[in-house]
């Protein structure tokens, strides 16, 4: 991994209550832990490897940071881990939380898949919930950079319409 972003979506108490994705924010740039990578996923990120390795943040303290950020913004409520795929992203955050400060700020399984809620809330089979079925009002405005904090607004934007759309009626 070597660049992560977050965004609030929203909170649920008695209700979800959407919040502006960009109003609360995280991102970081890490030095790589590993001379092994995978040239097409870098390109596609666009980021440089090699002013990563100079200047990027070191895991332990963007993960120190990532985790009081979390705390933080999470107040009164229990933080979770959102995603669209959840399953590829977690792995990530989970693994450099667990490595770099000993614990995870969710928990073990405090992370919810956008794909799989889709599923479920429109009545469809986990095979066919993918965006392109999905109706337009449910997906962000925002353009998918392959940036991680754009992307994270993107799908912050994807899980608060689909928290507050009255599914598959």
């Known amino acids: 991994m070597l660049s992560f972003g977050a965004a609030v979506a929203g909170t649920r108490g008695e209700a979800f209550t959407r919040a502006e994705p960009t109003a609360a924010t995280f991102y970081r740039e890490l030095k790589p832990i590993s001379d092994e990578f995978v040239p097409a996923a870098l390109e596609v990120s666009g980021l440089d490897r090699a002013a990563l390795q100079r200047e990027g943040t070191d895991p332990a303290v963007a ?10 913004t999470a107040g009164e409520f229990r933080p979770v881990f959102v995603a669209y795929p959840a399953s590829f992203d977690w792995m990530f955050v989970y693994w450099y939380l667990i490595r770099f400060t000993g614990a ?13 809620a889709y599923a479920i809330r429109a009545d469809v089979p986990f095979g066919g919930a993918h965006k392109r079925a999905m109706p337009k009002r449910l997906l962000s405005t925002r ?24 599914g598959a009626a």
Request: aromatic share 10%; glycine share 4%.
């Open 143 to 166: 353009r998918h950079t392959h940036h991680a904090l754009d992307d994270a607004v993107e799908q912050a934007d994807l899980f608060a319409n689909l928290m507050s759309w009255d």
């Open 104 to 116: 995870s700020v969710f928990g073990h399984s405090g992370c919810l898949d956008v794909k799989t």
């Open 63 to 72: 993960m120190r940071e990532f985790s009081r950020w979390v705390t933080a």
